[in-house]
């Protein structure tokens, strides 16, 4: 069957893309367009879903993740028999097609994975893609390059990244995400003990040793039948302390180090000049994407969406403007189900901040019983009792309304989460 399915993606020439708008597919759409594929796609956020797209004339179908089976277009394409994939079981037979180079972890996947590329794209010439668009690329999110390799975001969402055939896997932390569809730490560790699994006898494994779920999943490694190698890396690394980044951070240091050991068990390369390229890169879209009005204020649009993360963040621009700059940050939970499980954490996080306001809760995947259980304002309640100055905003309007007229307060206006929040920056740039 995998056979039949790699050579429908490899022969099929008319492919349409349900949800071609998202990160993941519209790299993979890019990628399959330059290599003479004719595609078509809709999303809810530009050509709409309807049956009228899919015809019998369609090689291949291939659906977001976030599409649900009773989409039309999905419907319509059974009716039809055309062959149906996942866009991770897409990218999975796309990977077999390759020397994969797969990136993983909770935190710095895209930042870490754009680093690599940034290393390796003159020397090896790969293909890449990636959860946000980089100005390496043209501000675009995916590379078409002419070797054997492939570099790839590895999300463990509903265990995703089990669809993937790597050959070098890059571990930058493990901290549990994803409550909606994870039962615990255990299950969460599970997923990444199953995806180095799949790894061949001489794949590699460049993991970070100072993180300890990292360490302790690859210690254990020894009941592996194709026991791969290890090369751990961590804060005494002696390229750690030559790196001056242009995006701020601690933990971008830790991504730099992961991509350039990476880049160094994928080829030879010039380590100088590697760190030269390191400390020139951008960053990604949304990763701390900073812009500045005329007015000299800073706005920051920010993806973090987990405890850890919005840490991280704050300290990185804490770090980079100093201690009397006056930071807002505006914060959007992503998903109720997360907000639930994660409360008491979100709560003690802001700490670096002058101010949070969290206008509203981005719903997605969450069942009525958790829209009941938890709401903007009682998250904003519980922060309040560890910070001097948050409030609830009343939704996305209100809240830049309230930024608008108080400007002048703040010196940094940091948006962060990874919903639609990210409009509010629109508005103030």
Known sequence: MKILMENILQKARKIHCIGINGSGLSALAGILSENGKTITGSDSNGIAHHEANITDELDLVIYSAAISQDNVEIMAAKKFNLPLL????ALGFLTDQYT?????????????????ATILMDIIDPTVIL?????EFGDSNYRCGKSEYLIIEACEYQRHFLNYHPDFITITN??????????????????FESFIARLPRNGRIIANFDDKNVRNLCEGLASLANRPKVLFFDK???????MDLSIPGHHNIYNAIASLETARQITDINIDQAIKKLNGFMGAGRRFETFKRSDGKIIIDDYAHHPTAIKATLAAARDKFGPDSRILCVFQPHQYSRTIKLFNDFATSFGLADEVIIPNIYQVRDNLKDISRTSPEKLAIEISKHHKKASYGFGLDKTLYDIQNRINDFDVIIIMGAGDITRLTKSLI
């Open 86 to 89: 996942s866009y991770p079981e």
């Open 100 to 116: 994969t180079i797969a990136i993983c972890g909770t935190h710095g996947k895209t930042t870490t994975t754009a680093m690599v």
């Open 131 to 135: 959860g946000s668009n980089i100005h």
């Open 174 to 191: 493990i901290e549990i995400d994803h409550l909606d569809y994870f039962l615990d730490e255990n299950d969460y560790r599970s997923a």
């Open 236 to 242: 005494y690394n002696p390229y750690f302390n030559k």
